[in-house]
């Protein structure tokens, strides 16, 4: 440690720290643009001379390092005209109409004009003529506003060590660019955005305007998008450097069965990916897949919370996705909880309603006794038609009973012989029952569970297949995948077609179809359809299985509130109470049918609520994992934005349309780690330093001064 004194207030401070730093870190503020904490220092905004007792001239306190004895001024008649000429210099090639900038309000160059109290008057301004490029992903380079205050360069190629930008120079200007002035992606840019985060005037800035409120979801889609939350961005680092361990403590930190959604989850992070932005999505799903599978699961259950036991008791009613993980964390917090499921084995929909050949049996098997494992007791084949009664013995019941009943459009031929539903359908196949089907089977629906529907009667025998819908092909409901791998299988997929009647007597015959010319919803959600004139059709089948919506397998005589659709009436994302003290709803039998990674979320958030009404402080998070160094210096990969999306191992179709067994095998072993290397680590740039405006050392100087006072 050395000591020195700035504007007459003696520090003590580390050996070769520079002066600007010192004081920063001491609550004296001296203007300075080119200078960021993690950068190699410049110099040369000359905003932040100081002038040095004994020593002639002035000296750019970023470069000036601490010696014990240094007496400096960093306020007096000859700095405060420097600084402003230096000021001046950089705004006569400034725009000068800050309130054009996207940046505007949030702008550190602009809190600069507005302490130093200056403009260009003076000075004979210049329009540099750049035209802003927008043709590269995820960022916007106006040099108009550029300072040259080589934060960007400095951060690119010292910070990052990608060495993308560098100064160029035309006949009038030096600017920032790349090689050539060629496109990020063809320089090889990592996207990492630390040009973004260090650029004090938003000449490189994110193509997506943000508050400062919304900046880290914008920032990192994935996460914010993934309903429980889960740290993409760091198990994706895990997996990288093939730490499947790790990766998967970091996923079970947000969810209990991460084999499970690996296969079936609905990814919505890789809809909002930004590596999507610059050719394809990371394949997140598949790595969550791979690393769950390749994990002996010892270290998160190492390091899983258990806390002592509080006393109280839980029923939860319904062994799904939603009600295994509310019983999975309100164990976990200590409180004695008993599992009630109707049906013989656990696990809902993921056991009876999504088939076999995409969530095998014994992984859903294997990752529902992990309830067992945290000191839940369950009871299969138990019923629960009165929650009421159950207050008699718990503190509180949880309702999580899912969606289990179909639901049959008011159409003519209704009730016919050979007309099924979705769910008794599905739930027979998977229990190995007589389904009931004929040769020849039309399906009606188009999202996820109607391919479900019909890619099962398939393996079950069935010599052919349709699937009709009202939606049109590009809006349908169900994924892409599915659709693809049905037309794999010989399926007839039929979009845009409404469903006049079921053909038939005594028993299903066909179904009379119009084509459909548009199709809309009005206010109130009532579908407007317009026919195609003279378009009526049948297509002949002796089995028709509405696939069309579930409900929830509940009745007034439960004594709780229903609400639309035979549901549990709860106030949706406010709480999961009901109209009964102690009673709790959550899941699809809330909000109806939707995805088993959006049930997770709807438990997670039933057991923290559960928790805190028990007395508890709603706090289930945990830390499974170590938290990983994260790389400063990313360094350049060739050709890395042009790096394709790793491709599932299909099964092909003439082997798996007659048989349950799996289909999509996920990654292969030489993809994995390229694969999660493709990711941006968005969240990197979350590490950098934040910058501070004079404003909050003028905050930190009050405080000082009233200590000082006191």
Not at 363 to 389: C, Q
Not at 446 to 453: E, I, K, L, P, Y
Not at 587 to 605: C, H, L
Not at 698 to 709: D, G, L, M, Q, R
Request: glycine content about 8%; some cysteine.
């Amino acid at each position: 440690m050395v000591s020195i004194t700035i504007d007459g207030k003696k520090l003590k401070v580390h050996e070769g720290v520079n002066v600007l730093e010192a004081a920063l870190q001491n609550g004296i503020y001296i203007p300075h643009l080119c200078h960021h904490p993690d950068l190699p220092e410049l110099g040369s905004c000359r905003l932040c001379i100081v002038e040095v007792e004994g020593k002639e001239g002035v000296f750019t306190s970023c470069t000036l390092k601490a010696e014990d004895g240094l007496n400096i001024c960093t306020k007096s008649e000859k700095v405060n005209h420097l600084r402003k000429l230096a000021m001046e210099l950089l705004l006569a090639a400034h725009p000068e109409d800050c309130s054009t900038c996207p940046k505007y309000g949030r702008c550190e160059f602009q809190t600069l004009i507005q302490y130093m109290e200056v403009s260009a008057a003076r000075m004979r301004t210049r329009v540099k003529g750049f035209k802003s490029n927008e043709e590269n992903p995820l960022l916007i380079h106006d040099m108009n506003r550029c300072v040259l205050c080589g934060r960007c360069v400095r951060a690119c190629n010292d910070l990052r060590g990608v060495k993308v930008l560098k100064y160029n120079k035309n006949e009038m200007e030096t600017y920032v660019g790349t090689l050539q002035d060629k496109l990020l992606k063809d320089s090889d840019c990592r996207f990492c955005g630390a040009c973004a985060e260090v650029c004090p005037t938003g000449t490189i800035r994110d193509m997506l305007n943000y508050s400062p409120t919304e900046k880290h979801d914008t920032l990192i889609p994935c996460e914010a998008t993934c309903p429980v939350h889960t740290n993409i961005p760091r198990y994706l680092r895990f997996a990288k450097e093939g730490k499947f361990a790790e990766a998967t403590a970091v996923i079970h930190e947000r969810l209990p069965f991460p084999e499970c959604l690996g296969r079936v989850c609905a990814h919505p992070c890789e809809g909002k990916c930004r590596r999507g932005e610059v050719n394809e999505a990371v394949s997140i799903r598949d790595i969550k897949r791979y690393a769950a599978e390749h994990d002996n699961n010892k270290l998160w259950k190492k390091n899983s919370k258990k806390l002592p036991p509080t006393g109280k008791k839980v029923c939860v009613v319904g062994g799904g996705p939603a009600g295994l993980t509310s019983a999975f964390y309100l164990a976990k917090q200590g409180h004695e909880v008993v599992l009630k499921e109707a049906y013989p084995k656990l696990g809902g929909q993921m056991q009876y309603g999504i088939p076999a050949y995409r969530l095998p049996r014994e992984i859903v098997g294997k990752e529902a006794d992990y309830v067992k494992e945290v000191g839940v007791k369950v009871e299969v084949n138990t019923r629960v038609e009165k929650p009421k009664d159950l207050l008699k013995e718990f503190d509180v019941v949880l309702m999580s009973i899912g969606t289990h009943n179909g639901v049959r459009l008011p159409m003519e031929g209704n009730a016919l012989d050979g007309v099924i539903v979705n769910t008794e359908f599905l739930r027979k196949a998977s229990m190995g029952e007589d389904t009931g089907i004929g040769k020849h089977v039309i399906v009606l629906g188009g999202g996820n569970v109607a391919f479900d529907c019909a890619r099962t009667a398939k393996r079950l025998g069935a010599e052919e297949v349709h699937l009709a819908c009202l939606e049109k092909r590009e809006v349908m409901l169900a994924d892409d995948e599915e659709i693809k791998e049905a037309g794999e299988e010989d399926i007839f997929v039929h979009p845009g077609q409404t469903f006049e009647r079921i053909v038939g007597d005594d028993k299903v015959t066909g179904v009379a179809f119009c084509n459909v010319k548009n199709f809309s919803f009005d206010e109130n959600r009532r579908a407007i359809i317009e026919k195609e004139p003279d378009s009526e059709h049948i297509i002949n089948a002796d089995t028709v299985i509405f696939a069309v919506g579930q409900r929830t397998a509940i009745s007034e005589e439960a004594g709780l509130k229903l609400g639309r659709g035979n549901s549990i009436a709860v106030e949706i994302g406010k709480s999961a109470k009901t109209n009964v003290e102690g009673i709790f709803a959550c899941g699809d039998a809330v909000y109806g049918t939707k995805t088993v990674v959006g049930a997770v979320a709807a438990g997670r958030d039933a057991a923290s609520e559960i928790d805190r009404y028990l007395g508890g402080d709603g706090d289930i998070s945990e830390i499974l994992a170590p938290a990983p160094k994260k790389p400063l210096n990313i360094g350049k990969i060739e050709g890395f934005g042009y790096l394709k999306r790793a491709k599932e191992d299909i099964v092909q179709a003439g082997e798996r349309k007659d048989n349950f067994n799996n289909v999509n095998k996920g990654l292969c072993n030489d993809d994995i780690c390229s694969e999660a290397g493709r990711c941006l680590q968005c969240d990197l740039r979350f590490d950098i330093t934040k910058h501070r405006v004079w404003s909050d050392y003028s905050i930190s100087n009050e405080v000082e001064a009233n200590k000082n006072a006191d």
